[in-house]
């Protein structure tokens, strides 16, 4: 079995992130479509929302619950929680950012945030092995 890198989205359900005054993120929810789920690829996007990985028929939706959030750099934070998937919750570790504020809306191909969870395909693949989704903690 080969993995690689791939990058994908989900479409938000719902969220909410709670800030302090400083405008910086305290908590975060978010519900997510796991049928909605798209890299841009026809044919794998069919095989990750399947039964092999998302399960999205039996699982609709993954969550998350933030437990912590740590500030790093300037504008980037690191969260940490637990998420949902495929009725399974583990702890997660997830990057966010910030990139920019205004009250315009931000061009499709920008997003205003991002957030990404574990890329390392070497704990991807033991997860999997073991049975678990790969962005499960290990």
Do not use: N, Y
Request: glycine share 10%; hydrophobic share 30%; charged share 20%.
């Amino acid at each position: 079995m080969i993995f690689k890198t791939v990058h994908g989205r989900f479409p938000i359900v719902s969220a909410e992130v709670s800030v302090d005054a400083e405008g910086a993120p305290r908590s975060v929810t978010a519900t997510l479509d796991a049928d909605g789920f798209s890299t841009g690829h026809p044919k794998r996007d069919t095989h990750v929302r399947s039964k092999d990985f998302l399960h999205a028929q039996a699982h609709p939706h993954l969550t998350f619950r933030s437990t912590a959030v740590v500030p790093r750099e300037p504008g980037t934070w690191l969260v940490e929680g637990h998420m949902t998937l495929r009725g399974v919750t583990s702890g997660v570790h997830l990057t966010s950012g910030w990139s920019g504020t205004g009250t315009t809306p931000p061009k499709p191909s920008r997003p205003p945030c991002s957030t990404g969870g574990p890329r390392d395909s070497v704990t991807a693949r033991r997860s999997w092995s073991a049975g678990r989704w790969p962005c499960d903690s290990t």
